[in-house]
C-alpha cells in the first residue's frame, strides 16, 4: 500500500506513521526526519535547511521534489510506502504525480489549533531515529530513552510556542489546500485525531480497511 498522511505539524502523522509502517512492513519516507538528519550531519542540505526549519517556514519545493524522487527508486519502496510529510504544497503533489507513481490513499489525521500547541510542548524526541514521545500521552518504557534505539530523547528546537504558530500558518496557508486536490483524485480519507494515540490508530485501521492489533 502506498499511502500518503496530511496533518498540521503535530497532529501525529509521524506516530501514526511508525504503528502503520510496523503493521504492514512498510517504510516511512519522513521529510522532516531526513532533513533534521541532514542539520545534525551539517551536510549540504542540512545548511540550507536549517534557517527555513527554524523560522517554521518551509524548504524550497525543487530540493525536496529531488529528495523524494531519489528515496521512492529506492528497492525497499517497491512494496509500498508511507510518505510522511511529502507532500506539503501543490507543486509537491503535481511532482508526485508526475515520476507516475500510483498512491492508494491519502489519509488527513484532523487536529485543532490549540490541541497542536499543547501537544508539541510535550513532545520528546529520539535524537538518533526521531521517534516521537510525549511527557503526558506517549511514555517511552524507559524515561528519556527511545524504545527502539535506546537514542536520548530530546525536545525539537522548532517547537518552541512562536515557531509551532508559524508552522501551523503556513500549514493552513500552503498544506491545506491538498485536501481539495486529493478529494478530486478520489484518495482522500479523513479522521479526527483523538486525544489518544490508540483510538486514533483504531480509527485509521478502519478506515483503511485493516486490522488493528493491539497487543
Ligand atoms: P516535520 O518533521 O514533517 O514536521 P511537521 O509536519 O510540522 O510534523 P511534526 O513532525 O511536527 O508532527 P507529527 O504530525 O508527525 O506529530 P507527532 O506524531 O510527532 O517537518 C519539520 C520541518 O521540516 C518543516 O517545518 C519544514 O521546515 C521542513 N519540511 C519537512 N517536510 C517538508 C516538505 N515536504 N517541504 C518543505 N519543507 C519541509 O505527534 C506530536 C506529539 O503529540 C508527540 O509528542 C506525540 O507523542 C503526541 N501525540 C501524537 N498523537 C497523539 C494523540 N492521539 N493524542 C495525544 N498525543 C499524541
Do not use: W
Not at 510506502?81 to 489525521?109: H, Y
Not at 512562536?162 to 483524485?185: A, F, G, S, W
Amino acid at each position: 500500500m502506498k499511502i500518503i498522511i496530511l496533518g498540521a505539524p503535530g497532529a501525529g502523522k509521524g506516530t501514526q506513521a511508525e504503528l502503520i509502517s510496523k503493521s504492514l512492513s512498510i517504510p516511512i519516507i519522513a521529510t522532516g526526519n531526513i532533513i533534521r538528519e541532514a542539520i545534525k550531519n551539517n551536510d549540504e542540505l542540512g545548511k540550507i535547511a536549517k534557517a527555513f526549519v527554524d523560522l517554521g517556514k518551509l524548504v524550497s519545493d525543487d530540493i525536496i521534489i529531488e529528495i523524494i524522487e531519489n528515496r521512492l527508486q529506492k528497492e525497499d519502496c517497491k512494496g509500498g510506502f508511507i510518505l510522511d510529510g511529502f507532500p506539503r504544497t501543490i507543486p509537491q503533489a503535481q511532482a508526485l504525480d508526475s515520476i507516475k507513481i500510483e498512491i492508494d490513499k491519502v489519509l488527513n489525521i484532523k487536529v485543532t489549533d490549540d490541541e497542536i500547541i499543547k501537544r508539541m510542548s510535550g513532545r520528546r524526541v529520539c535524537e538518533k531515529c526521531g521517534s516521537s514521545y510525549h511527557l503526558e500521552f506517549k511514555h517511552p518504557l524507559v524515561e528519556n530513552l527511545c524504545d527502539n534505539c535506546q537514542g536520548a530523547l530530546i525536545q525539537r528546537k522548532d517547537d518552541h510556542p512562536d515557531t509551532v504558530k508559524e508552522r501551523l500558518k503556513v500549514y493552513h496557508q500552503q498544506t491545506e489546500p491538498l485536501k481539495d486536490y486529493y478529494i478530486k483524485q478520489g484518495k482522500f480519507i479523513e479522521i479526527q485525531g483523538q486525544n489518544d494515540v490508540s483510538k486514533t490508530t483504531e480509527l485509521i485501521f478502519e478506515k483503511l480497511g485493516l486490522q488493528y492489533d493491539n497487543s
